[in-house]
């Protein structure tokens, strides 16, 4: 099993809409959840930390499941400049993150 | 504010030869430094981490080698590249939290696209 599994996409969503991404995680143990955004050909860049109690930056939520090891990101409103690869990334020991292989979103007009 | 720099950004070298990355931190010390490698539409791969200076640890075991000269520098070399070490390399750091830098999330560098031909 992996030890971040993400749907890879595309999803393909009309701008305003509403889209969720899932991923799961196999490690109990893990602490520390992050969602990650990557453009084309660009690095990675953090787009938020997920906490136990779930949080809320503007247009995103993310939530954790630490009893399903399940994490999810949802976006309302979408925006065209919304379209990348969003990575689900976990820590594995103290030192190191692992990541997802991204579920890609296309917003079109 | 602490900044990562990463150079070059694209690299085209044949292969056989030799390589050699560079990626310097500012802004900070003792920071936790990482390599990464993104092949063509692949997740990515840890390389290898740092915790501290001569302090190396080896995720995959492949021709590639890291060295931390300095507290704020990161290198990654290879004597004699393969086709298969053609990719995205990223280079990132975390600050070093007693927690660890895992738990911290990292910044990442503009990254080099290598291509051996």
């Known amino acids: 099993r992996k030890e971040v599994e993400q749907d890879p996409g595309p999803f393909n969503v009309p701008e305003g809409a509403t889209v969720a991404f899932n991923c799961t995680y196999s490690?109990?143990?893990?602490?520390?959840f992050f969602w990650y955004r990557q453009d084309c050909r660009k690095e990675p860049k953090l787009l938020m930390s997920v906490y136990s109690s779930g949080n809320e930056d503007g247009r995103f939520t993310a939530q954790l499941n630490r009893a399903s090891q399940y994490i999810s990101l949802l976006i309302r409103d979408s925006k065209l400049s919304d379209s990348a690869t969003y990575l689900c990334?976990?820590?594995?020991?103290?030192?190191?993150?692992?990541f997802g292989t991204g579920t890609r979103l296309l917003v079109s007009p | 504010s602490q900044t990562i720099h990463q150079w070059p950004a694209t690299l085209v070298q044949p292969v056989g030869s030799p390589l050699s990355l560079e990626c310097t931190v500012e802004g900070t010390s003792n920071p936790n430094l990482y390599w990464y490698r993104q092949a063509a539409g692949r997740g990515l791969q840890l390389l290898f981490y740092s915790v501290g200076i001569g302090q190396i640890s080896s995720e995959v075991p492949q021709n590639l080698s890291a060295s931390r000269p300095q507290d704020r520098q990161f290198i990654l070399s290879s004597k004699k590249l393969l086709l298969s070490d053609s990719g995205f390399y990223l280079c990132?750091?975390?600050?070093?939290?007693?927690?660890?830098?895992?738990?911290?999330?990292?910044?990442f560098g503009s990254g080099t696209r290598l291509t051996v031909v």
């Open positions: 490690n109990s143990a893990s602490q520390s």
């Open positions: 990132a750091w975390s600050a070093d939290t007693p927690l660890g830098g895992g738990l911290a999330g990292y910044t």
């Open positions: 990334v976990v820590n594995k020991g103290f030192q190191k993150l692992v």
